[in-house]
């Protein structure tokens, strides 16, 4: 019922809340349907989406009083400020270094990000989902930069090691 009243433009939007295990979080991204399929012959449908944005959940509904609405409702706040939250110089020190560690494997090389902002820079250095909600999920901004920062030293350690896996060392 949701994808075909996204289809129909009745519903634009739709929320995904972050699940750590069994546990859901508060946190979540805003998705937007890029492409669904026909259904199957048992029903089942293929769907691209894709975030376009986070919300911080207040209140959900895995069985909504509405009967006619099969699927989970709840109750977000947006976040608008999220695209203009910057990296602080000591995570982009870090990260400056990881990928310069990492260059020197030509399998390595990858694009920097053209917005070297705190979204872009964990999406290019793989930082977790887990470590990801645990950074958005800081109650400030300094919290937010020192869980940052210490994930990007945490990445720039394991590269230095793995830079030595061809010279005879054996990372931890």
Not at 1 to 22: A, H, R, T, Y
Not at 32 to 45: A, H, T
Not at 70 to 84: A, H, I, M, Q, T
Request: glycine residues 6%; contains cysteine.
């Amino acid at each position: 019922m949701l994808f075909d009243q996204l289809e129909e433009m009745e519903v634009d939007e739709f929320g995904i809340p972050f699940v750590d295990g069994n546990k859901r979080t508060n946190l979540g991204g805003l998705m937007r349907l890029v492409f669904v399929s026909e259904p199957d012959e048992n029903g089942f449908r293929n769907a691209a989406v894709q975030c376009i944005g986070l919300f911080q959940l207040h209140s959900f509904q895995a069985k909504p009083d509405d009967e006619e609405c099969p699927y989970p409702l709840g109750d977000v706040d947006r976040w608008y400020d999220w695209k203009n939250w910057t990296l602080s110089d000591l995570a982009s020190t870090y990260f400056d270094k990881t990928s310069s560690l990492a260059s020197q494997d030509a399998k390595s090389l990858r694009k920097e990000p053209s917005n070297p902002g705190l979204i872009s820079a964990m999406v290019h250095h793989k930082i977790s989902p887990k470590k990801r909600f645990e950074i958005l999920s800081s109650a400030n901004e300094l919290k937010r930069n020192e869980r940052m920062e210490n994930a990007a030293r945490f990445a720039f350690l394991i590269a230095e090691q793995e830079a030595h896996l061809n010279t005879g060392y054996f990372p931890n």
